[in-house]
């Protein structure tokens, strides 16, 4: 089955600096690659998602991309800000549904004011 | 008022105690899951279904029963609970309506001693 990597599992920054979270996966038919953002005391929540016919995709402060080739896909928080500080989770599925997931171990990122 | 709700929210129990645990969702979603989150593992698969008819195992399902009660409902079992299933139970739903985004609830904490 599919095996998803993260790294590192801790990361602080200073406010105002760019925070970048790597992933691995192992299964090359996977397609859909999302990442979650988890607060502290509740469920994760979906903040940006990629395909595999895509090799990046932006929405505001946050990126990500993707090399297939490579297997590796990564988080690019910019402009960090204190609210980013929460625990981030990457994940993959080889169904174009995403409905299989298998998730990464987790990054606890903390934003130093 | 959460669309994904999960009760209850913390529970203690014995070793050897059946313990159910609920979740019902009002976002009219046709898909289900339960995943378990342990400190360094990120979250894995339990069990998830795909309407009322339809049930599969996840990645971790040994230990672990499922009831999909209505599109609403779907109940995760613990038959004879043991230590080591302690964990944070995370309850999800998506559908069509939502793409790929999985929307999961606030977690329930099962401690079992």
């Known amino acids: 089955g599919e095996n998803v990597e993260q790294h590192p599992s801790t990361l602080s920054v200073q406010e105002g600096d760019s925070a970048v979270i790597k992933c691995t996966y192992s299964?090359?038919?996977?397609?859909?690659f999302p990442w979650y953002k988890q607060e502290l005391g509740k469920g994760p929540q979906l903040i940006i998602d990629i395909r595999s016919n895509v090799g990046e995709k932006k929405d505001q402060r946050i990126a990500v991309t993707l090399n297939k080739t490579a297997k590796h896909f990564s988080l690019h928080i910019t402009e960090t800000q204190p609210e980013d500080s929460a625990v981030y989770f990457c994940a993959a599925s080889i169904e174009t549904s995403g409905s299989r997931l298998t998730f990464g171990e987790g990054t606890q990122l903390t934003v130093n004011p | 008022d959460a669309d994904v709700t999960q009760t209850p929210r913390n529970r203690i129990t014995k070793t050897g105690k059946r313990i159910m645990l609920e979740c019902s969702q009002t976002?009219?979603?046709?898909?289900m899951y339960w995943y378990r989150q342990d400190p360094g593992l990120g979250l894995r698969l339990i069990y998830y279904?795909?309407?009322?008819?339809?049930?599969n195992k996840g990645e971790i399902s040994d230990g672990y029963s499922v009831s999909r009660q209505a599109q609403a409902k779907f109940s995760l079992s613990l038959e004879s609970a043991i230590p080591n299933q302690t964990a944070l139970y995370f309850c999800a739903t998506s559908g069509p309506t939502g793409g790929n985004e999985q929307f999961f609830g606030p977690g329930t904490r099962l401690t079992v001693l």
């Open positions: 299964d090359s038919a996977s397609n859909y």
């Open positions: 279904s795909f309407d009322v008819k339809d049930i």
């Open positions: 976002k009219g979603h046709d898909r």
